[in-house]
């Protein structure tokens, strides 16, 4: 994110990292990715660290509400550190543990939580970018190693269905109405009201895909969830993946569909696997993406917000995500 999260004293983050033994000398915010806030630190030895704050009241995928977001984080932390120090998937960049027991996760008030990693070095990519063929089979190789191994008990389930359709759905009845959430309320609405027959056809055939692939009974696996060139640091021992807050069980399609979503292409995850991906599971993986993109899009913009660079970044997002949706497309 661009911006500081609101309301948010920067001094509590100081402070909380002492709990996982970072005593800290410079703490620097870092606007990179998009729904959590991030700082590199420095701690008094000269060591390098990275710090996420979540925003447990805007991180549904982990669960609805703060309580359930919080629950839900830490079981996905909590993965992580069972996927790298049980398994020994060195590829697996997972938290630190606070030095009490209380785990990877610690709460910094009702609303924002902290989870400290240790500082990565190697080159980091970009969401969109595209890996030539022999990088492709190199992160193929990388989830067929994660989808064959045991789920940790702590694997939340990852819902084919994903939480914000309601609130799509609930955004369309309403779109008649005036919507005063801030700046970009209106034009949103307007939006939303100019794609209504494209989204309503696209949600049917979400549905559709999901009975198809939930009627095939497909195994699920320990998935990441995002294995997008923007979670993969290339290292000195290969490549590594960062952001597991999206861990969960669920069909392998979860994650090959972030890869292609033409089955020949992943022909190397299949030689490993021995498993041909579904090409319906990849189309309802990459509709999904979408699906849920406007799904918090709209949640954005119909509550109170500002107009920021975060803001801003997100209406882009919301008019090029429900272009592609027009055209056929989706934004994975």
């Known amino acids: 994110m661009q911006n500081l999260p609101e309301k948010f004293d920067e001094t509590r983050l100081w402070e909380a990292l002492r709990g996982f033994g970072v005593s800290p000398s410079r703490v620097t915010y870092a606007p990179v990715g998009f729904g959590d806030y991030h700082w590199t630190v420095t701690d008094e030895d000269g060591r390098p660290w990275f710090a996420t704050v979540s925003d ?22 909590d993965t992580a550190l069972a996927l790298r120090d049980r398994d020994g998937l060195r590829f697996v960049v997972a938290p630190v543990a606070a030095t009490d027991g209380g785990g990877p996760v610690l709460p ?171 090409p319906d599971a990849l189309a309802l993986y990459r509709l999904r993406w979408s699906l849920l993109d406007v799904a918090e899009f709209v949640e954005w913009f119909r509550a109170e917000h500002q107009r920021t660079q975060d803001t801003e970044s997100a209406w882009k997002g919301f008019t090029d995500t429900l272009g592609q949706l027009a055209a056929g497309g989706s934004a994975a």
């Not at 447990?56 to 932390?77: I, N, P, S, T, Y």
Request: proline share 9%.
């Open 56 to 77: 447990l009241e805007h991180k549904e995928h982990c669960g609805q509400g703060a309580q359930a977001a919080l629950k839900g984080l830490r079981q996905a932390m």
């Open 108 to 278: 910094l008030d009702a609303r924002y939580a902290l989870t400290v990693f240790p500082h990565v070095p190697g080159r980091t990519g970009e969401f969109g970018q595209r890996l030539t063929e022999a990088e492709r089979d190199r992160l193929l190789a990388l989830l067929a190693e994660l989808h064959g191994r045991t789920p940790p008990e702590t694997t939340p389930p990852a819902d084919m269905e994903p939480p914000g359709l309601p609130g799509v759905r609930a955004a369309l009845a309403e779109s008649e109405g005036p919507w005063s959430g801030g700046p970009f309320a209106e034009p949103a609405r307007l939006l939303l009201r100019e794609h209504e027959a494209t989204l309503h056809a696209r949600l049917a055939e979400f549905e559709a895909l999901v009975a198809r692939v939930k009627g095939r009974g497909a195994p699920l696996v320990v998935t990441h969830g995002e294995p997008h060139p923007g979670n993969l640091i290339l290292g000195e021992e290969g490549y590594l993946l960062v952001d597991w807050d999206t861990v969960g069980l669920a069909p392998a399609e979860r994650d090959l569909s972030l890869i292609s979503d033409d089955p020949a292409d992943l022909a190397r995850y299949a030689e490993l696997t021995g498993r041909t991906p579904d």
